[in-house]
Nanobody, 123 residues
């Protein structure tokens, strides 16, 4: 079964750092696009960082210079390193990936979401 499992959220003081992880499981052939999104209470889900295969990584203006998205193809995992965290970064963070996998009757490509992980920045 193909799925994305997130980890790494928690409570951190302003100015601190966290690293979110998102691991893809199943018979993964390739990860063709990755995105990290967040949703704060009462707000719409927004793209924090993302890229499609072969393209540049795009960051929301609010996180440029502080957040870094990375991908480890060998581990089928993606990460979001978050530094200099601010209270306004508080949200549930979701990973999203376009995965190509062996569906049993040939390869398929579908979008998957992680379960979400809470990040709270507060003193």
């Amino acid at each position: 079964q193909v799925q994305l499992v997130e980890s790494g959220g928690g409570l951190v003081q302003p100015g601190g750092s966290l690293r979110l992880s998102c691991a893809a499981s199943g018979r993964i052939f390739s990860i063709d696009g990755v995105g990290w999104y967040r949703q704060a209470p009462g707000k719409q889900r927004e793209l924090v960082a993302g890229f499609t295969s072969g393209g540049p990584t795009n960051y929301a203006d609010s996180v440029k210079g502080r957040f870094t998205l990375s991908l480890d193809n060998a581990k089928n995992a993606m990460y979001l390193q978050m530094n200099s965290l601010k209270p306004e970064d508080t949200a549930v963070y979701y990973c999203n990936a376009r995965l190509t996998y062996d569906g049993g009757r040939g390869y398929r490509s579908d979008d998957y979401w992680g379960q979400g992980t809470q990040v709270t920045v507060s003193s």
